[in-house]
C-alpha cells in the first residue's frame, strides 16, 4: 500500500468516523474507499484469524539453469485457527558489489521461486530490513553470514548476521577478525558495541589494539563495552589507559565500566579509584553505585565503613539498594555490617526494609534473629510483616 495511501486511509477512517461507534470492518471499508483496493484478504488474515506467517526456507543454486532457488513453506498452517498468508516480500540477490531486487508475492502455503543470475549469488536476503511481521528458518553458512556483516544494507540485517555468527561460528579465527571490523567500521553502533561484547568473551590476544580503539569510539554505549571488553585480559599494562578513561571520558557510563575494569584487572590497587568514585556526585549517583557494585566484587574490608556511610537516608534508594548487596556479605566477620542491617529494620521506606529483611534472613545469628522478632511484633504493613514471618521460619529451620 505504502506510506502515502496508508495514512490516506487512516484519515478517511477519522472523518468518517467521528464520534461513532466503530468495529474492524469500518477500518476496512474506510481503507478500501480511500485507496480503492479490496483489503478483505489482508483483514481475513491478520484481524479475524489467528497467528502470523512462519516460513521455512530452502535455497539451492541451478549451474544448468543460471538461477537461484528459494524454496518458501508456510508452517503456520498446522496450527488451530490460522491461515495461509497473502504477503508481498521483497528479495535482495547480491553478487560481489551488484545487487538484485524482486518484489514477490507469496500466496501459497509451498511456494518454489526461481530468479536468473549470471552467476552463483553470494547471499540472498528474505525481507531485507525485516518489514514482515514473521518468524523464518532460514540457515546461511559462514561465507553468507560475513558477506550479509558486511554489505547488507540495513542495521537489523547485519546485526541477524553478527548473532548467527557469534552463535555458530564463535570460535573461527576469520569469524573473529571479520567481528572486530565491523566493530571498528560499521555505521550502526548497535553493532559495534555488540562485536566489543562478543571479542571480551573470546578475548584473543590480537584484539587488544582495536579494543582499545573502539573504547575512543564517538557513541559511549560502544566506547563502554570496549572498555568492559578489556578488563577480560587482566593485563596490568592496561591500567593507565583505563585511569585515564576514569578521569577525562565524558560519559557516566563509560566512567563506570572504567572502574569496574580497574576493579578486574588491579582489585589491590583500584582503592584510590573506588575511593574517588565514590565521592563525587553525579546523574542519579551512576558513579557512586558503580563503585559500590565493583567493590562487591573484591575482598577489601578496609572499605566497609566508607561503603556504609552511602547507606544511610540521605542517598538515593539505588544507591542504598547497591550498598545493601554489596557489604551483606561481610557480616560474618564484621559486626557493624549485622548493626547496620539491624537499623535498617527501622528505616522509614518499606522498600529498603524488605529489601533489609532479605538480607537478614540469611545471617543466622542470636541478634539477627532477635531483631527480627521485635520488627514482626511492632510492624503494621502487611507485606513486611510476611516477609519478617518468613525471614523467621527460614532461620529456624536452619537452626534445627
Aim: charge should be positive.
Amino acid at each position: 500500500m505504502g506510506e502515502e495511501l496508508f495514512w490516506k486511509g487512516i484519515h478517511h477512517y477519522g472523518v468518517e468516523n467521528t464520534e461513532k461507534v466503530v468495529v474492524s470492518y469500518d477500518l476496512q471499508k474506510a481503507f478500501e474507499e480511500a485507496t480503492g483496493k479490496n483489503l478483505y484478504w489482508f483483514f481475513d488474515e491478520w484481524v479475524y484469524s489467528a497467528g502470523y506467517p512462519k516460513y521455512l526456507i530452502e535455497k539451492s543454486w541451478s549451474d544448468s539453469l543460471n538461477a537461484v532457488s528459494l524454496h518458501v513453506e508456510q508452517k503456520q498452517t498446522d496450527e488451530p485457527l490460522t491461515t495461509v498468508f497473502r504477503m508481498p516480500v521483497k528479495i535482495e540477490i547480491f553478487s560481489g558489489s551488484d545487487k538484485i531486487t524482486k518484489n514477490i508475492e507469496i500466496c501459497t502455503k509451498d511456494t518454489t521461486l526461481f530468479f536468473k543470475c549470471t552467476k552463483k549469488p553470494d547471499l540472498v536476503l528474505f525481507d531485507p530490513g525485516n518489514n514482515i511481521l514473521k518468524s523464518v528458518q532460514y540457515k546461511k553458512n559462514k561465507k553468507e553470514y560475513l558477506f550479509q556483516l558486511v554489505h547488507a544494507e540495513k542495521g537489523i540485517d547485519r546485526i541477524n548476521a553478527l548473532n548467527n555468527l557469534t552463535r555458530y561460528y564463535k570460535d573461527d579465527n576469520d569469524v573473529q577478525k571479520a567481528i572486530a571490523n565491523c566493530m571498528l567500521n560499521d555505521k550502526f553502533r548497535t553493532i559495534r558495541s555488540t562485536a566489543a561484547r562478543f571479542l571480551g568473551e573470546k578475548h584473543p590476544e590480537w584484539a587488544k589494539k582495536q579494543l582499545l580503539t573502539a573504547a575512543k569510539d564517538p557513541d559511549s554505549r560502544v566506547r563502554s563495552a570496549a572498555v568492559s571488553a578489556l578488563s577480560s585480559y587482566k593485563d596490568s599494562n592496561l591500567v593507565p589507559f583505563l585511569n585515564e578513561v576514569f578521569s577525562n571520558d565524558s560519559s557516566l557510563y563509560v566512567k563506570s565500566s572504567s572502574i569496574r575494569a580497574l576493579v578486574k584487572i588491579d582489585s589491590s590497587n583500584a582503592v584510590n579509584v573506588l575511593k574517588k568514585a565514590l565521592s563525587m556526585e553525579s546523574y542519579n549517583d551512576r558513579l557512586r553505585i558503580g563503585a559500590i557494585r565493583a567493590y562487591a566484587t573484591i575482598n577489601c574490608p578496609e572499605l566497609i565503613n566508607v561503603i556504609l556511610k552511602y547507606g544511610s537516608a540521605d542517598y538515593s534508594f539505588r544507591t542504598r539498594f547497591a550498598v545493601l548487596d554489596a557489604v551483606s556479605k561481610y557480616s560474618d566477620a564484621h559486626p557493624e555490617v549485622v548493626n547496620y542491617l539491624i537499623s535498617n529494620l527501622n528505616d522509614s521506606s518499606k522498600w529498603i526494609k524488605l529489601r533489609t529483611i532479605y538480607k537478614l534472613r540469611n545471617i543466622n545469628k542470636p541478634e539477627v534473629i532477635e531483631a527480627l522478632k521485635k520488627a514482626e511484633e511492632k510492624e503494621q504493613d502487611k507485606r513486611i510483616k510476611k516477609s519478617l514471618k518468613f525471614a523467621l521460619k527460614h532461620l529456624a529451620r536452619k537452626n534445627k
